[in-house]
C-alpha cells in the first residue's frame, strides 16, 4: 500500500519531537528508510518490532505501536525483527554522524550548509538534520556553531584579536554574530580576550577525601568545583579561561559552602536547588539533571541517559556534556561508566573517579549497616 507522494514530502518536515502516530503510521506504510532511528513499530500479534523500511508485511493498524528505539521496545517485551535488524540502526547512524562531525572539523573556515553536509555523507538533507539532532541532541547548525566558538575561545586565549578570532573560526559576518556570541560566553568576547578582565570570582580550597578541593562563587551561584593533589593544580583549572578576572580566595566567608560539600563527603547530597552559575545548551542541561538522578553509590552508562532524555542514539554527545560539566561533585557526572561498566575518562582522573564511587558505596553501607 503506497500514501500519496504529497503526503509524505509533508511529513518530512515534521520534526522528530513532533511527530504524531499517524505520522509514523504513514512512513511505516512506505517504508520510509529516512525515519530509521526516529522510532521503531511493534506488533501485538507476532511480539516483534522492526524499523520503519522493514520490507516485511504490514500488519493491521490495530496491531502496531510505537516507540522511541528498541530499548523501550524491548522493555515492553518485544524481540528484534531479524529481516531489518533494528538494532543496528544505532551503529550505522554513529558510524555516519562521526564522518559528517570530522568533515566539520576539518572545515569549519568553510561555508557549511545543510546541502554541503548532506552532499559530503551523501544522503538527503532532511536526512542528515533529523539523523544528526537524533544523535547529537541538537541541529547541524548548532554543533558548527558551538564548534566555532569553541575555536573562537582557543584563538582569543592565544592573543588574537576578536575580529580576526572570529574569521577564522568560520563566523562571516562580525555584526551578525557578535550579539550571539556574547550570550554563548557569558560575557563579550574582547572581556574573554582580555582574561576575563573585571569578572569577580570568588573562591575556597579544603581537604577532601580525594585531595584538594576548590570552588568558584559568583553573585549568583557556583560556577566552578575543581579537584586536584595540590592547591596549585585547582587554582590553575579555575583560572585557565579567565587568567584576568578578579579571582579572590575567600575560605572564611565561604565557609558555609565548605560545610556544604564537606556534608557530601560524609554522605548527604546536595540540595537539588543549590543555586549554579554556568552557561550551557538546553541539552547539556537536560543531561545534567538527569546525572543528577543517579542515586549516591550508583551509576548508570551514557546509553542510559541518552534514552532517559529522549534520545537513544546521542550516547557520544552525553559522554561530552560529561566532559563539560564545570560543576563536578553537584552533577555527579563520576556515577556514569560506559555501556560495560567500565569508568572511561574523567576531567579530574579516572582514579579520581573511582575513589569518589568507592567512597560513596562505602558510606552508603555503613549508614545500612548501622
Known amino acids: 500500500m503506497q500514501i500519496q507522494r504529497s503526503k509524505i514530502d509533508v511529513q518530512a518536515q515534521v520534526s522528530r519531537q513532533s511527530l504524531t502516530e499517524e505520522d509514523k503510521w504513514i512512513a511505516a506504510l512506505n517504508r520510509n528508510g529516512d525515519f530509521d532511528g526516529a522510532f521503531v513499530f511493534a506488533v501485538r500479534s507476532t511480539g516483534v518490532y522492526c524499523r520503519p523500511s522493514c520490507p516485511a508485511k ?9 516507540f522511541s528505539g ?5 522493555r515492553s517485551g518485544f524481540r528484534s525483527c531479524r529481516r531489518c535488524h533494528p538494532r543496528d540502526v544505532t551503529s550505522s547512524h554513529a558510524e555516519l554522524i562521526g564522518s ?9 573556515e568553510k561555508k557549511l550548509t545543510l546541502s554541503v553536509l548532506s552532499a559530503h555523507a551523501g544522503i538527503s538533507p532532511f536526512h542528515l538534520q533529523r539523523t544528526f539532532k537524533l544523535a547529537v541532541g541538537i541541529s547541524p547548525r548548532q554543533y558548527i556553531e558551538a ?6 575561545k582557543s584563538s582569543l586565549r592565544n592573543g588574537k584579536t576578536v575580529t580576526r578570532a572570529l574569521y577564522d573560526a568560520g563566523f562571516s559576518s562580525r555584526s551578525r554574530i557578535y550579539g550571539k ?3 554563548k560566553f557569558g560575557v563579550s568576547p574582547g572581556t574573554y580576550r582580555r582574561g576575563g578582565a573585571g569578572m569577580r570570582i570568588e573562591y575556597a580550597i579544603t581537604s577532601c577525601p580525594t585531595g584538594r578541593l576548590l570552588f568558584g562563587v559568583t553573585d549568583r551561584g557556583i560556577c566552578a568545583v575543581c579537584l586536584g593533589e595540590s592547591d596549585h593544580a585547582v587554582e590553575a583549572a579555575i583560572t585557565r579561561d579567565y587568567p584576568s578576572a578578579i579571582i579572590t580566595r575567600n575560605d572564611s566567608d565561604l565557609a558555609p559552602w565548605i560545610e556544604c560539600f564537606m556534608k557530601y563527603f560524609k554522605g548527604q547530597d546536595f540540595r537539588r536547588d543549590l543555586p549554579i552559575d554556568v552557561q550551557a545548551t538546553s541539552f547539556q542541561w537536560r543531561v545534567w539533571k538527569q546525572i543528577q538522578a543517579v542515586p549516591r553509590g550508583s551509576t548508570t552508562t551514557y546509553g542510559n541517559i541518552a534514552c532517559a532524555i529522549g534520545m537513544p542514539g546521542s550516547f557520544r554527545a552525553v559522554a561530552r556534556a560529561c566532559a563539560t560539566n564545570p560543576v563536578s561533585l553537584i552533577i555527579p557526572c563520576h556515577r556514569v561508566t560506559g555501556q560495560d561498566g567500565n569508568l572511561l575518562g574523567y576531567r579530574w582522573g579516572k582514579n579520581r573517579k573511582r575513589e569518589l564511587l568507592s567512597l560513596e558505596r562505602t558510606i552508603n553501607d555503613t549508614n545500612v549497616d548501622g
Open 181 to 183: 556570541v556574547q550570550k
Open 58 to 66: 504490514r500488519p493491521n493498524r490495530k496491531q502496531v505501536m510505537f
Open 100 to 108: 559528517i562531525c570530522s568533515f566539520i572539523e576539518a572545515n569549519l
Open 70 to 74: 528498541f530499548e523501550e521496545a524491548e
Open 147 to 152: 564548534r566555532r566558538l569553541e575555536k573562537m
